[in-house]
């Protein structure tokens, strides 16, 4: 079995900062890609940003220039630095991971989620 965990939501005002984490565990082989995906109220879950497993990089063009996502291989963690929120950043955001696992089945595997407020 493999789970993910994730840290670092909480309440910021608009133009602060965040800084999530997520740390995959488990009989893990390997993995892909590993990325954020966010569900505000009322809407559909939406990419924020994914990361590949040789380290290149996507983003929603909504966080172009505000999000940096990067990856520790090593740990099996992916982050997402967080700057200049905006109350339109307000969701659950969920970690996602393209897991191989020990045995080489492949499966992709979600966070619990962890809810990002922004607001005054």
């Known amino acids: 079995q493999v789970q993910l965990e994730e840290s670092g939501g909480g309440l910021v005002q608009p133009g602060g900062s965040l800084r999530l984490s997520c740390a995959a565990s488990?009989?893990?082989?390997?993995?892909?890609?590993m990325g954020w995906y966010r569900q505000a109220p009322g809407k559909e879950r939406e990419l924020v940003a994914l990361?590949?497993?040789?380290?290149?990089?996507n983003y929603a063009d909504s966080v172009k220039g505000r999000f940096t996502i990067s990856r520790d291989n090593a740990e099996n963690t992916v982050y997402l630095q967080m700057n200049n929120l905006k109350p339109e950043d307000t969701a659950v955001y969920y970690c996602y991971a393209d897991v191989i696992r020990v045995g080489l089945t492949r499966r992709n595997y979600w966070g619990q989620g962890t809810r990002v407020t922004v607001s005054s």
């Open positions: 990361i590949r497993s040789i380290g290149n990089t």
């Open positions: 488990g009989s893990i082989l390997s993995i892909g890609a």
